[in-house]
């Protein structure tokens, strides 16, 4: 009975070329400058094909284990660890992990071989091609923020779900500011993070008005678009999700990585979360940012003009009535003056809200003095769609 020998294309070629050498048809010269390989290894090989036949080819250490391999004790520690610690991490972050808290040096390939093996990891398929029009990333850092916002059970129900505000550089990819907040509202997206040249942004109507009273495109400002204004910033709204790509794809890692990392830490808090966020900031930039094709930074300096508090605040035209009182979210606030002036009645004045709740009312540049004289029933308020999903309804003048 012949017996069967199972040889690799590499170890084939060989005996075509030993047959060769056999039957004086090529030198033994030539055929180690085909294998590439030394005269005298070839001699070497050519012994062995001579003593034991096809057998003498086929490589000594097949069957064999590495001399590299990872030691059994280290493999036992390691999966112990990514079956309980670090469960359903992915290979290349349980590797980061491992290393620096673990101090376990292992490639992302040998994890991820010995979780499949194991049955932590299913190799992914490959995705059907889609193409989508590429745009190149700005050459300057702070030339344009992507910003966006995410609703997730980022805590994973040690507390309610909650949203995450995220600012992106589309430059270097690096993130310039991530905040947990109840619900994805005005008063959030009015603390600005630096003063870029333009914002990009989706089409919630937190930066965009979408709709005029009429049913028509709207050309308003909202309050968020007012304050970008007043602060000399662009705000440049997206078509789809494909056209922020790199805020997209920041919130896919951020719901992965920094969702562990709290676990991790066992935060539950908004408080804890936002304290944690400045420390996991650096961490992810030094593992994600790129370096910008200019290097001078686009930010710009606040002007002498600029006050903060009054830009990032609510502002809003109200008409005072005959008895000089307007109507602002649900109360009636009436101006008090002791010799009331004519020329105010109907007159345009400003209602400004800070982020702290307090309100003024400006006219022709002074604020006055006002009395709040009741508050009016609210029910029907009409509240955002994004706003709705922490389950919390903003409190009166902060709504989106």
């Known amino acids: 009975m012949e017996k069967l020998v199972v040889m690799s294309k590499k170890e084939l070629s060989r005996y075509g070329i030993m047959e060769k050498t056999e039957t004086k048809a090529m030198s033994q ?39 590299r391999r990872c030691p059994d004790k280290i493999k036992e520690k390691t999966l112990k660890l990514l079956k309980g610690k670090y469960k359903d991490f992915g290979p290349t972050f ?5 290393e620096k808290d673990e101090q376990i040096k292992l490639s992302r390939e ?32 702070g030339e344009l923020i992507q910003v966006d916002g995410s609703p997730h059970d980022w805590f994973e129900g040690r507390r309610k779900p909650c949203s995450l505000l995220g600012y992106i550089d589309d430059a270097t990819s690096k993130v ?17 993070h630096g003063r870029p040249e333009s914002l990009y942004t989706d089409r919630l109507s ?3 008005v979408n709709t005029d009273k009429e049913g028509y495109k709207g050309k308003g400002l909202t309050q968020v678009g007012r304050a970008l204004k007043e602060l000399g910033i662009e705000l440049i709204c997206a078509n789809s999700p494909q056209a922020k790509g790199r805020i997209e794809r920041l919130f ?19 408080e804890e979360g936002n304290k944690y966020l400045k420390e996991y900031i650096k961490e992810h930039n030094a593992h994600f940012s790129v370096v910008a094709q200019n290097k001078e930074n686009k930010h710009k300096a606040l002007l002498k003009e600029h006050n903060l508090e009054e830009i990032l605040c609510y502002k809003s035209e109200r008409t005072l009535s005959k008895n000089l009182e307007v109507s602002y979210e649900g109360r009636i606030l009436q101006i008090s003056q002791e010799k009331p002036s004519r020329a105010m009645r109907r007159a345009k004045v400003t209602v400004i809200e800070t982020l702290e709740g307090e309100i003024k009312i400006e006219y022709q540049g002074k604020n006055l003095e006002y009395k709040e004289l009741y508050v009016k029933d609210s029910q029907g308020r009409v509240l955002n769609r994004k706003s709705l999903l922490g389950g919390t309804i903003p409190k009166k003048g902060m709504v989106a």
């Open 29 to 67: 010269k030539e055929g180690a400058e085909l294998l590439g390989i030394s005269e005298r290894h070839y001699r070497r090989l050519l012994k062995r094909y001579r003593e034991n036949g096809v057998e003498g080819l086929i490589s000594k250490k097949r069957g064999k284990p590495s001399n």
């Open 94 to 98: 349980a590797s980061q992990k491992l």
């Open 110 to 141: 040998t994890l991820r071989l010995w979780m499949i093996e194991e049955g932590l990891w299913k190799g992914k398929k490959q995705k059907a091609i889609k193409l989508h029009q590429s745009r190149i990333r700005r050459s300057q850092e």
């Open 176 to 192: 310039m500011h991530l905040k947990f907040v109840e619900n994805e509202t005005t008063a959030g997206y009015l603390k600005m």
């Open 206 to 208: 937190v930066f965009r």
């Open 252 to 270: 896919n890692t951020l719901q992965d990585r920094l969702v562990k990392e709290m676990r991790l830490k066992k935060l539950s808090t908004l």
